[in-house]
């Protein structure tokens, strides 16, 4: 089992940043890889990007890619999401997942375990 909790989150005007934490903890947790989803209610769930467990392997999605980055620190177990010339577009819920198979990946159907979300909200 892995535990997500995410943190970070806020408000923040366009063009501004965010740094998005995931603390994980349990018996996978440093063995999976890690990714960040983000889902504005109403709307499907949308891939951002993905890091392997060691953190060798990084994916992004084309609207982020540029703009955001992961990353993580081992000896704490946790991930990153660095977010950089945020937009008003970019306001939403933000999740982590845990895939235990520690590849990175970003098809949502393979990740095992979930965090609550953090929202971020950017004005313009």
């Known amino acids: 089992q892995v535990q997500l909790v995410e943190s970070g989150g806020g408000l923040v005007q366009a063009g501004g940043s965010l740094r998005l934490s995931c603390a994980a903890s349990?018996?996978?947790?440093?063995?999976?890889?890690v990714g960040w989803f983000r889902q504005v209610p109403g709307k499907e769930r949308e891939a951002l990007a993905s890091?392997?467990?060691?953190?060798?392997?990084?994916e992004y999605t084309d609207p982020v890619k540029g703009r955001f980055a992961i990353s993580r620190d081992t000896a704490k177990n946790t991930v990153y999401l660095q977010m950089n010339s945020l937009k008003s577009e970019d306001t939403a819920i933000y999740y982590c997942?845990?895939?235990?198979?520690?590849?990175?990946?970003?098809?949502?159907?393979?990740?095992?375990?979930w965090g609550q979300g953090t929202q971020v909200t950017v004005s313009s």
């Open positions: 349990g018996r996978a947790a440093s063995s999976s890889a």
């Open positions: 997942a845990a895939a235990e198979w520690g590849i990175a990946t970003l098809n949502a159907h393979q990740y095992d375990h």
């Open positions: 890091i392997s467990y060691g953190g060798a392997v990084t």
